[in-house]
């Protein structure tokens, strides 16, 4: 028997809502095999600051020649790769295997508050890992920092945003609207031709924790089973919009997104 695989390059979240956690459950929830490269070990959540532990460069170019040599993925993402160091070695693997699904997550700041990628390591996403995804998933701070402008503040502003991104050389740019709190959740896709609004409700929960890596690896889970973009896009939005309405509250601190919403709940 055989399923579609798919690769996560990104660092891992101890608390387990979000980085390689997250995605592994997304992956295993879409019924696709999931593998992953670590970056980096963080330690931290919305109550405690215990450290980021960033792997060695030659700790993650073994896990990604693992990946690929054993199994193969179909689509690969990334999330946190904290350094110019990672990025860079990152982005020369995903040339040398020729992977034509590759969905960028531009990991920053984490809600907790962690910092997942240095100031100085922006240039290097923008200049040697960008052009080579076939899809980038900015939050509005993200795109803010990418673009150096400021955060955008209204729908024309994240396709304004959205205009700017793609320029870099992504085939797709998703805008993520999240924290737009006086709008519903509007997302903007575009391919360099049409804006594409993806909206859905805005529920009333801080429990959100995950949200982003969550949907970036539903895009990545959709894509690695042949999906085009737009419609591995959209079944990423109604899994994301489904783990946030039945959001998990641990009583302390910012709670998780619930992988398991949309198998249990989505009709
Ligand atoms: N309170 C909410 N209710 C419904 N959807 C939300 C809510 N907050 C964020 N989203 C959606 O969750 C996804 C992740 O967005 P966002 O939170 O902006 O990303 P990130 O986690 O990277 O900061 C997007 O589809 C966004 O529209
Ligand atoms: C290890 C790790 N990677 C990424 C994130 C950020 O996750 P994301 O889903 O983009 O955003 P938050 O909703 O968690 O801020 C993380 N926190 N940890």
Redesign the pocket.
């Known amino acids: 028997m055989s399923i579609p695989r798919a690769l996560t390059i990104?660092?891992?979240?101890a608390q387990g809502?979000?980085?390689?956690q997250?995605d592994l459950k997304t992956f295993q929830e879409l019924d696709v095999y999931g593998m992953s490269a670590v970056t980096?070990i963080?330690a931290n959540n919305s109550t405690t600051e215990q450290g980021i532990f960033t792997q060695p460069v030659q700790a993650i170019e073994a896990q990604i020649h693992a990946s690929f040599e054993h199994v193969e993925p179909q689509a690969l993402k990334t999330?946190?790769l904290f350094t110019e160091e990672i990025i860079d070695r990152t982005s020369e693997l995903i040339s040398y295997y020729g992977i034509k699904n590759v969905v960028v997550?531009p990991?920053m700041?984490?809600?907790?508050g962690?910092q997942?990628l240095l100031d100085e390591a922006i240039e290097a996403l923008t200049k040697h890992l960008l052009p080579t995804a076939t899809i980038i998933t900015p939050?509005l701070e993200e795109a803010a920092r990418l673009l150096n402008v400021s955060t955008p503040d209204s729908p024309s502003a994240m396709e304004k945003a959205a205009r700017e991104l793609h320029e870099t050389g992504a085939q797709y740019v998703l805008v993520k609207g999240g924290s737009l709190k006086d709008y519903p959740a509007i997302d903007i896709l575009y391919d360099g031709e049409e804006m594409i609004y993806l909206q859905s409700e805005r529920f009333p929960t801080i429990h959100?924790?995950?949200?982003?890596?969550?949907y970036s690896a539903a895009i990545t889970a959709e894509l690695a089973k042949g999906k085009p973009v737009e419609e591995a896009v959209r079944t990423a939005k109604a899994f994301v919009t489904t783990a946030i309405k039945y959001a998990l509250n641990f009583n302390r601190g910012i709670g998780s997104t619930y992988h398991a919403a949309y198998r249990k709940y989505h009709k």
């Open positions: 990104a660092g891992s979240a809502s979000a980085g390689i997250a980096a963080v999330g946190m997550d990991v700041i984490g809600k907790m962690s997942l939050n959100t924790s995950g949200a982003g890596c969550t």
